[in-house]
Nanobody
Framework: QVQLVESGGGLVQAGGSLRLSCVASGRIPSINVMGWYRQAPGKQRERVAVVSSGGSTNYADSVKGRFFVSRDNAKNTVNLQMNSLKPEDTAVYYC?????????WGQGTQVTVSS
């Protein structure tokens, strides 16, 4: 099992920035993908940004050029730097760990962007 704990959400004005962090613990396979998903009220959960253990990244079109995902394999952490935030970025953000055997989710952290 892999446990995930997120931090860094909050309230910010449009145009501002926030940084989310997620720490994984437990028996962590070396080959994996970690990243961030979000779910706004009344909407389905969507992928925001992911990064593989090899460093490959993938972003949702809606956040390209504004959000940047990074990871530290030695510390089992993944971060999401969110810049130029928009009200439509408001959602609960979830950290995810994925490999061929495991899919784990964090508890979620609220991000609210005011206009």
């Amino acid at each position: 099992q892999v446990q995930l704990v997120e931090s860094g959400g909050g309230l910010v004005q449009a145009g501002g920035s926030l940084r989310l962090s997620c720490v994984a613990s437990g028996r962590i396979p070396s080959i994996n993908v970690m990243g961030w998903y979000r779910q706004a009220p009344g909407k389905q959960r969507e992928r925001v940004a992911v990064v593989s253990s090899g460093g490959s990244t993938n972003y949702a079109d809606s956040v390209k050029g504004r959000f940047f995902v990074s990871r530290d394999n030695a510390k089992n952490t993944v971060n999401l730097q969110m810049n130029s935030l928009k009200p439509e970025d408001t959602a609960v953000y979830y950290c995810n760990f994925l490999n061929s055997m495991i899919s784990s989710w964090g508890q979620g952290t609220q991000v609210t962007v005011s206009s």
